[in-house]
């Protein structure tokens, strides 16, 4: 399909932009979980939200900005963001570590892996 090949043209293109864009909502993510009070959240499920759409987010942009990481790097490096925003949680006497936000993190990290991989897959049968 022409539409893939599209897409990676697209990837290509506006690469500089995802680098930005990477770089802002890590920094946006960090500034949110580590500062000393928390989001507003008037649900429960909402905090979870925050923390599996955060990462989420940031590993699709990952690969739209860094396309030659391996899958393993990408995990590894975004486990660590989560790992030390629950880390510096515990430290401030106004927020808590909760297990629920890492279980959070990983899904959103294994449910965007996924879609990477997918992408990754179609493109390979593709120029096969």
């Known amino acids: ?35 000393p009070t928390p989001p507003p959240a008037a649900y429960s499920w909402q905090a979870s939200f925050y923390h599996g759409g955060g990462i989420f987010a940031l590993t699709l942009l990952s690969f739209l900005a860094f396309a030659r990481w391996p899958w393993w790097l990408r995990a590894v490096l975004l486990s660590l963001v989560g ?12 927020r808590s ?11 959103g990290l294994v449910i965007g892996l996924l879609l990477i991989s997918g992408y990754q897959y179609v493109l390979r049968r593709q120029a096969a």
């Not at 932009?17 to 979980?33: E, K, P, R, S």
């Not at 790992?83 to 106004?94: D, F, G, K, R, Y």
């Not at 936000?101 to 899904?107: C, F, H, P, R, Y």
Request: zero cysteines; aromatic letters at 14%.
């Open 1 to 35: 399909m022409v539409m893939w090949r599209t897409l990676e043209d697209l990837r290509r293109t506006w690469r500089p932009w995802f680098v930005v864009g990477f770089f802002a909502l890590l920094a946006l993510g960090l500034y949110l979980g580590m500062r």
């Open 83 to 94: 790992v030390a925003v629950e880390l510096v949680q515990s430290l401030h006497p106004t």
């Open 97 to 107: 570590t909760d297990w629920h936000d890492i279980v959070a993190n990983s899904t």
